[in-house]
């Protein structure tokens, strides 16, 4: 190995591990105990409206709607709109509201241009509630500690909170969602993270997380609800940075595992939801495109490559240049992997899936850049059975 062969990757192994310190100050900032959600047993209290837009989700309804209808918290209603399903959704949600009175069923009617889905099913169900606070969750969720809804209207309540997003706990379950799941996340990250700027009102950056927000009614109101978003795919960013600008008061918080949720469950499922707003939500642009790209290389791919490359030039030309290589890029990829064992262990992650975050950043950095060429090329997002051309749509297709 040349002088200038080790400079150049001495060079890269530093910049691996200023992105890992980077990395890992996020997430400790974001790991404050401040920002953490705190279920509560309260049982009674204002009207909380839970509005549950379904399509085609036979699979998921039930159990989300037992984890809601086991709440400590009683004071709801619970809406759910069948988004033109063309499975058992319907049936499941009209069986759920003739055992609980609490549940009623609603019919979202026919798509009309101009509006996604999921935010003309939201409109619909919020335009029929009654409750002084909106809470919206997708059919992936689950409630698993039976004060979430307690802890959200004490919390929003005390705070005086207009709009409350909880980032529910990730479970993986599936051999790709645990091998591939974690990478996607860190990519993702950059669309929530550091919670403290999102939670701090004097700075501009804004998130929430649309499987899980909790309005004000007034205030959702005031802002105009989803009409107001109503060709937007990623309405959830899209709303928290709504609520900032008009000087309302966020909060976003993590779920741990109080709140969960499986989004997909196989490679096809996530390669077509995650590549629909991986771009649009973490990056947005170009240049935050390729920072992230950048940063995620060097953190995650870099140390490996740079292993493999010094042991290929020690085995054509040994030399101690290339040996002291090797052993610095090594101890650079161990603590690399020891990190985030930390990190998946909190995450409640298999630990043993670790070793391959690397295939799941090779993956991770591809479908972002997959995801921002069909945005920056077409637009066009394909999602639930509807196509949205320019990916604001106009008339969604149906597939």
Not at 247 to 261: E, F, N, P, R
Request: with cysteine.
């Amino acid at each position: 190995m040349t002088t200038g062969e080790f400079a150049v990757l001495a060079l890269i192994l530093a910049g691996s591990m200023a992105c890992g310190i980077k990395l890992k100050r996020m997430w400790i900032r974001s790991s404050n105990k401040s920002f953490r959600f705190a279920p509560q047993p309260l049982e009674e209290g204002p009207l909380v409206s839970v509005v549950i837009p379904a399509r085609n989700e036979e699979g998921n309804l039930g159990a989300l709607l037992a984890t809601v209808l086991r709440q400590t918290y009683r004071t709801i209603e619970v809406l759910i709109v069948d988004d033109e399903s063309t499975d058992a959704t319907s049936q499941i949600a009209g069986d759920f509201a003739e055992r609980d009175d609490r549940v009623r069923l609603l019919q979202a009617g026919e798509l009309p241009a101009g509006w996604t889905g999921k935010n003309h099913a939201c409109s619909r169900g919020a335009s029929a509630a009654a409750g002084e606070y909106l809470l919206f969750l997708d059919c992936d969720v689950r409630l698993a500690d039976q004060g979430a809804i307690g802890g959200m209207v004490d919390y929003a309540v005390r705070e005086q909170v207009d709009l409350y997003s909880v980032i529910p706990r990730q479970h993986l379950s599936a051999f790709a969602e645990r091998l591939l799941g974690p990478a996607v996340y860190s990519v993702m990250g950059f669309a929530f993270l550091p919670l403290d700027r999102v939670n701090n009102p004097q700075s501009p950056k804004a998130a929430a997380v649309g499987q899980c927000m909790f309005f004000r009614r007034s205030a959702y109101d005031q802002l105009g609800g989803h009409e107001r978003l109503k060709d937007h795919i990623v309405e959830d960013i899209d709303f928290a940075r709504l609520v900032k600008s008009e000087g309302k008061v966020l909060a976003l918080h993590y779920g741990a595992g109080d709140i969960t949720v499986r989004m997909y469950t196989g490679l096809a499922e996530m390669w077509e939801g995650w590549g629909k707003n991986l771009y649009r939500a973490a990056a947005g642009g170009p240049m935050r495109l390729l920072h992230i790209e950048l940063l995620l290389f060097l953190a995650y791919l870099a140390p490996l490559l740079t292993v493999v490359y010094s042991a290929v030039r020690i085995a054509s030309e040994p030399n101690p240049a290339g040996w002291v290589m090797l052993a610095l890029a090594g101890a650079v990829l161990v603590r690399g992997h020891l990190l985030r064992m930390r990190k998946y262990k909190a995450m409640g992650w298999p630990v043993r899936y670790e070793p391959g975050h690397e295939i799941g950043a090779v993956f991770a950095l591809f479908l972002l850049v997959v995801s921002a060429f069909k945005d920056r090329r077409s637009g066009a997002v394909s999602w639930k059975g509807r196509t949205y051309a320019g990916g604001v749509p106009g008339e969604a297709v149906e597939q």
